[in-house]
């Protein structure tokens, strides 16, 4: 069964778009052919200071991902941000 989910995610603006290029790369490939999902959008949202802090990172780069997918691939999708600690600085899953 597939739901819909919105994926927000903070990664520092001095990334290089390699590495960012590479995550964005690795989640699109998970959720389309690891588990046939869909892409509704998946962009860039804002560049912001951040409230507070966060290893040593004052400002961050807002991305916003909207998907329809199984439970399971956004389980894989939260281990991939949880795993990626130097480039993800925080990132929230949302049921729609």
Known sequence: M???Y?????VPQSIEPN??????DKISSTI?????GEIAKFEKW???KLAYTIDDHTNGTYHVLETK?????ITE??????FEKTIVLRFLIDKK
């Not at 999708?77 to 949880?82: D, T």
């Open 77 to 82: 999708v939260e281990k991939i941000l949880s």
């Open 46 to 48: 804002a560049d912001r």
């Open 6 to 10: 919105e994926v927000l995610f903070i």
């Open 2 to 4: 597939t739901n819909n």
């Open 19 to 24: 590495i960012y290029s590479e995550l964005s």
């Open 32 to 36: 389309k052919e690891k588990y046939s």
């Open 69 to 73: 997918c199984s439970s399971e691939c």
